[in-house]
């Protein structure tokens, strides 16, 4: 007999789970995303009213594996239908606080046994449902999820595949000299001279906010320079779902003070030049947003600059990992020496439509390739 059991039931207060989530947190890799500061703020402003699921794994009396699950009908191509259910995501519409680096909070060593017990206790429990999401996880996650949990009963699908960029910062020496000779001759020299520009009367300065207060004003900040941005290009930009504002409003309030929450505002003597907002935990910093000024001077380059600094900043105050996260555009390429691969995986049941759905798209592909 396994030593692992699995339960599900229901999740109808955010605090009946806190203590769990924040002790297994202690004996676990995980990142922001599975983090107690980010679970919480999603639970209170979208999940709870889903009526979320929270799966549970023990192996003997140890609580070793957590996760909640809320479910969607959703209808793809028009016709074709599923009930999905989804791991600490709510993908849709203004729902979508974009979750990365997901997963089940597991302890360390346990891996395997937790995502084997869980997948089989979802697929046990819940007939009805046709679909299991387990979105923006490691590759190597969905690598042994795929090749250790094999089923004839289920597919495993990768829905999506996605590069993300950091820089190791203990790979560097403090000082932006440093950290830019760390890139391509012509790259560092663009920066260079940009910093010369902005820096003329030595006023090229980075400031991190002290307190909630500035933080929220940072996040200001960053919003009109944001929003400027994408409105130019006929786009909303992140502020356009007030939902997601909302929620990280929300999350600066409540998890600020616990250090778990970065506002850097770049500025020269001409004003500001740029505002970024990162998570941090255990030493590593995710970069959620960015706001950078608009100039039609090509050479000042307020993104690369702000960027160099603030990854030197975060080098010299002994962070490990400054993250990009994901989505393989080239200013991600040029400033990072790191990448990792975040996988979308569905276990999906072995329907008659999905069977359909398949062969439907593969024709209309064909036909598409043919005009």
Known sequence: MSAY???????????NVKAEWCELQLSADYS?????GWIETWLDLIALELQPVVIRTWCGHILVGIGLFVSKDIKRRAIFHARTMHLNEFPFDCSNMITEYNGLLIAKSHEQEVYTEVINHLLRKYKTCDEFYFGAVLEQTASFVMEKIFDEKVNFLI??????????????????????????????????????????ENSLR??????????????DGLKL?????????????????????????????????????????????QGEIAYIYSFILNKHVYVV??????????????????HAMAITYNCEQG????????????????????????????????????AV?????????RFKKTC
Not at 5 to 15: F, G, H, M, P, W
Not at 32 to 36: D, E, G, P, R
Not at 162 to 170: E, I
Not at 228 to 252: C, P, T
Request: hydrophobic residues 35%; positive net charge.
């Open 319 to 354: 962070m490990h990992t400054y993250d990009l996260m994901h989505g393989d555009v080239l200013y991600k390429r040029i400033l990072c020496n790191c990448s990792s691969k975040l996988q979308w995986l569905v276990v999906q049941r072995p329907r008659l439509k999905f």
């Open 159 to 200: 829905n999506e595949t996605s590069v993300t960029r950091s820089v190791n910062l203990l790979a560097l020496q403090p000082g932006i000299e440093n950290y830019l000779s760390s890139l391509s001759r012509n790259r560092r020299g663009q920066i260079r001279r940009a910093i010369r520009l902005y820096d003329s």
């Open 5 to 15: 059991r699995t339960e599900t039931c229901i999740l109808k207060n955010t605090q």
């Open 357 to 365: 759905e398949k062969i439907a798209v593969s024709l209309v592909r």
């Open 225 to 269: 320079l944001h929003t400027e941005y994408w409105q130019s290009k006929d786009k909303g930009g992140s502020f356009a779902n007030v939902l997601w504002e909302k929620f990280h409003r929300h999350l600066i309030q409540k998890n600020f003070e616990a250090g778990e929450i970065q506002l850097l505002k770049i500025s020269c003597h």
């Open 289 to 306: 947003q960015t706001g950078f000024v608009q100039s039609k001077d090509k050479r000042l380059m307020p993104g690369y600059v702000a």
């Open 32 to 36: 922001y995303f599975q983090s107690w």
């Open 206 to 219: 980075l400031e991190q906010a002290k307190n909630v207060d500035e933080a929220l004003q940072f996040l």
